[in-house]
């Protein structure tokens, strides 16, 4: 027993110098990123922990405490959350170093909570699997590949407006319709799944906006973060069940798709709809995608014939053609587009619907020029008829540029950084975050920035801007890869729902509740109720 205490006593004794010194190597080592972050400015932490305090409590109220700061800092502001440093940028020139960049394209820590799900998709891979995924991807949300949907756009737009019906002059929250909605047109676009698997769609659907839900308590409840902590709770349990949801039907699709290939000779060329066993293609039709002032980027680059194939289509002919592309990797990024295509739109969609309840005056407009284009007819939604909806597309662009669905977006620094903005340089090895929601609402870049205003994006507004001050889809390098995609879809559904309704006068977006998880969302509710704009028969 002696002999036993005595080493017990020489291990701690020997342990306690071993740590002090490995606790004083490590501030060493760590010097530099202490010399530059004293110099940013920022709110007082606390030892230990920082300031980690200010992400405890509800997601509205850290979302308003992020918020006060900026706008206490302006430009730049460090956070401490333990051990790790944060520092936030508004500037758009500081945003176009970040962006623009081909060597700060990874991803902060926070994204490996999409792993189990996302697998190495798109949205968290890095370096070179990064880029020649990146590479095969983007033909796919070319503007000739996108017109082969459009008429599934109309389909499921025309099914949102039979399911609102049995919901006018009630009150609704219009993000539940809106996350269907996008969910049933990626299901059809994405992967060729139809609303007649209706069992496996629904499960799908539901699956997918839980999954939203687990990774937005992650990201707001800083004692889920550890992995252990995580493992334990209930929630570990919940998400193993929805992915089992998710990755079988991905999987299931998946198989079946490259059934067809091969019995149809290794093409996707002449598929009828008997080879789609019970599951329906996606048919090629004209779809159109407004026009877009954008700077051009891969997905504008021409990509030729052969190419001119749907998402799931082109990722499985890859990889029979050389490419080497695992199913599981065929799997990640279907998944990562499913997931990347379906909060944000519904988000952004909603926000829409919100202010026009707010904006009776903009709602007339939207609806003059709609009715201006389609009159009585009850056609579908053409790619001409997109064009000519100029007043609707800067409407969708200004709410986006008042509520991004993205709020944020975080990067982790490999190297120091001399920002354009100040002097100040931001040490490697820290993560940065670009606070889009605020760079949006600049004073210097935008008159009355808390008003909203489509003649913002009035073409001799916008082209004075500098170009990274306006960022709902990212930009650069790793900008969103479907965000064409994302813009047509909104055009179509938007569109064919204000032929059919008007929205009620509503709440103020001065009283409106913020909460910014990975989406930016409304912690009250995206509250609204319709009128038919349509005679009874």
């Not at 019995?263 to 080879?275: L, Q």
């Not at 407004?290 to 499985?316: A, H, V, Y």
Request: contains cysteine.
């Amino acid at each position: 027993m002696g002999e036993d205490w005595t080493v017990t006593v020489n291990l701690m004794a020997l342990s306690v110098p071993l740590a002090v010194g490995y606790f004083f190597y490590w501030r060493y080592k760590r010097s530099r990123l202490y010399e530059l972050a004293e110099k940013i400015p920022g709110p007082e932490g606390y030892p230990l922990i920082g300031n980690a305090h200010h992400y405890l409590g509800k997601p509205e109220t850290i979302f308003e405490t992020l918020m006060k700061f900026s706008r206490q800092y302006e430009n730049v502001v460090k956070m401490w959350v333990g051990p790790r440093l944060f520092v936030f940028l508004t500037h758009p020139a500081d945003v176009e170093l970040i962006l623009s960049s081909h060597d700060h394209i990874d991803k902060s820590p926070e994204y490996r909570f999409f792993q189990p799900w996302l697998g190495n998709g798109l949205l968290i891979s890095t370096g070179e699997k990064w880029r020649v995924h990146r590479k095969l991807i983007a033909p796919a949300f070319h503007l000739n590949v996108l017109k082969s949907f459009f008429n599934l756009f109309n389909r499921n737009s025309k099914a949102v407006v039979e399911r609102l019906k049995d919901q006018v002059d009630k009150e609704i929250d219009c993000h539940d319709f809106m996350s269907e909605a996008t969910v049933e047109i990626l299901l059809e676009t994405v992967m060729g799944v139809s609303k007649k698997m209706q069992s496996s769609g629904y499960d799908y659907a539901m699956a997918v906006m839980k999954m939203c839900d687990i990774l937005h308590l992650r990201q707001t409840k800083l004692w889920y973060r550890p992995e252990i902590i995580f493992w334990l709770s209930k929630y570990n349990g919940m998400q193993k069940k929805l992915l089992s949801v998710i990755h079988g039907l991905t999987r299931k699709v998946l198989k079946i798709r490259k059934d067809i290939y091969t019995r149809n000779g290794g093409s996707f060329e002449g598929v009828t709809k008997d080879d789609e066993v019970d599951l329906k293609t996606t048919e090629k039709s004209d779809f159109s995608f407004g026009s877009s002032k954008t700077i051009k980027d891969d997905i504008d680059q021409d990509i030729g014939e052969k190419k001119r194939l749907p998402f799931l289509d082109l990722l499985i002919e890859n990889s029979e053609n050389g490419v080497i592309l695992t199913d599981e990797e065929i799997q990640n990024q279907v998944d990562t587009i499913m997931f990347e295509g379906h909060d944000t739109t519904a988000a952004g969609s909603s926000f829409f619907l919100c202010m026009l309840a707010a904006r009776q005056d903009i709602q007339e407009k939207c609806i003059a020029e709609i009715d201006g284009i389609f009159g009585d007819s009850d056609r579908d939604v053409t790619f001409q008829d997109t064009l000519e909806m100029k007043y609707l597309e800067r409407c969708i662009m200004e709410t986006l540029r008042l509520f991004p669905p993205v709020p944020a977006i975080a990067r982790e620094l490999k190297e120091e950084l001399k920002l354009a903005s100040t002097d100040l340089s931001i040490p490697a090895n820290c993560t940065v975050i670009i606070g889009t929601f605020k760079l949006h609402r600049r004073e210097d870049i935008y008159k009355d920035p808390e008003e909203f205003n489509p003649d913002n994006f009035l073409p001799e507004n916008s082209s004075q801007r500098h170009y990274y001050s306006f960022i709902p889809f990212s930009a650069g390098p790793r900008s969103c890869v479907g965000r064409k995609y994302a813009m047509l879809k909104l055009k179509v559904l938007l569109s064919t729902l204000l032929r059919n309704f008007r929205v009620k006068k509503g709440l103020d977006p001065k009283n409106w509740v913020l909460q910014a998880d990975i989406i930016l969302k409304r912690s009250d509710g995206f509250k609204i109720q319709l009128e038919s704009r349509k005679s009874k028969a």
